[in-house]
């Protein structure tokens, strides 16, 4: 495979790596998910269902919608096809695993024409159309092949010590320190503006630490938080998830309570009966008793709202006494 050194402007440099970031995030949530999957459960979302729960991630998160969607997709099918590898018995691959910020960086851009092209601008140099850096210089050091319908782009191995390495490292720091800021810059806000507002505050109880661990289940709580039901998304609100209820629990002492989410979302909460028919889809709950209709997050949240556990028949668990009017409805997509 031909390799071209590329000779992006600054500005170009930043945009090339916030798609290196992005790629690996991306790419991350997928080993996540499919972290999750062992023998004799349901299996793991395969590429295309993860890109429509990455379109739906984007729709939710602007930091996300501010990078390519050719970028993040094209993360999704290298794992896809990392996966595939893995499973060929002919020449079975190592697993998928984790991307760390500065090893492994790049990504891949497939498909001409709209999402990419290559010209010839002098003797010595070429540009190619990246998405949202535009043209991008590249050494011609050798023909470009004519049939070529992928290109990747890859950061430098750089040589330890070297004041290239400082940079890469320095900028790559800077890159993770932006991702981090626009999640605590949101983790601040929302959490001033509830602690505000409400009086009582309650959030679903998501143990984000055991979200791995607990996968499987155990005898009491049989797979209640089965994550890869729940896509990409819950994994990117999960990270910014813990922050917030520590910073709600911060800024609002003794008004938060953590509820346990078991059965809120197969409990109606205009008449109260729990079945997990009555939740249509993954969007839609639709009560098989009252008739009640809502989208599937808001009915739970209200539960939530109302401060209990359900039990399997429909009693509330743990109802301590409520001398405050509950408000707050603080969802996630994908409960159990
Ligand atoms: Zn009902």
């Known amino acids: 495979m031909p390799r071209y050194r590329l000779l992006p402007t600054p500005a170009q440099e930043a945009v090339l790596r916030d798609h290196c970031g992005h790629a690996r995030y991306v790419w991350n949530l997928a080993v996540e998910q499919h972290s999750h999957w062992r023998p004799g459960r349901a299996g793991a979302p395969g590429y295309l269902e993860q890109c429509r729960q990455l379109t739906a991630a984007r729709a939710e998160n602007p930091w996300l919608a501010a990078g390519s969607?050719?970028?993040?997709?094209?993360?999704?099918?290298?794992?896809?096809?990392?996966?595939?590898?893995?499973?060929?018995?002919?020449?079975?691959?190592?697993?998928?695993?984790?991307?760390?910020?500065?090893?492994?960086?790049?990504?891949?851009?497939?498909?001409r024409g709209r999402q990419w092209d290559v010209r010839r601008v002098s003797r010595k140099a070429g540009q190619v159309w990246v998405p949202k850096a535009g043209w991008v210089r590249f050494r011609w050091s050798r023909a470009v092949p004519a049939g070529a319908k992928s290109y990747r782009i890859t950061l430098d191995r750089v040589r330890r010590g070297s004041n290239r390495r400082g940079r890469v490292r320095h900028a790559i720091g800077r890159l993770r320190a932006r991702e981090t800021d626009r999640r605590k810059d949101w983790a601040e806000k929302t959490s001033t503006g509830i602690?505000?507002?409400?009086?009582?505050?309650?959030?679903?109880?998501?143990?984000?630490?055991?979200?791995?661990?607990?996968?499987?289940?155990?005898?009491?709580?049989?797979?209640?938080?089965?994550?890869?039901?729940?896509?990409?998304?819950?994994?990117?609100?999960?990270?910014?998830?813990?922050?917030?209820?520590?910073?709600?629990?911060?800024?609002?002492?003794?008004?938060?309570?953590?509820?346990?989410?078991?059965?809120?979302?197969q409990r109606c909460s205009a008449c109260g009966q729990v079945d997990r028919d009555s939740r249509e889809s993954q969007a839609v709950f639709r009560c098989t008793a009252c008739g009640f209709a809502s989208h599937a997050d808001v009915n739970a949240a209200i539960n939530i709202a109302a401060g209990h556990a359900v039990t399997a028949r429909g009693g509330f668990r743990d109802a301590g006494p409520v001398n405050r009017e509950p408000h707050l409805l603080a969802s996630l997509a994908g409960r159990g």
């Not at 998928?96 to 990504?107: T, V």
């Open 69 to 111: 969607q050719t970028v993040q997709q094209q993360a999704l099918r290298d794992f896809a096809q990392a996966m595939t590898a893995f499973f060929d018995p002919a020449n079975p691959a190592r697993r998928p695993s984790w991307r760390k910020a500065g090893r492994d960086e790049g990504f891949r851009i497939v498909g």
């Open 195 to 265: 602690a505000r507002r409400f009086d009582v505050i309650r959030v679903e109880d998501l143990q984000i630490m055991t979200m791995t661990r607990s996968a499987a289940g155990t005898r009491e709580n049989p797979g209640w938080n089965v994550a890869q039901k729940a896509g990409l998304n819950r994994g990117i609100l999960g990270s910014g998830w813990g922050l917030l209820v520590r910073r709600l629990q911060d800024k609002a002492p003794g008004r938060v309570e953590k509820v346990r989410p078991a059965f809120t979302s």
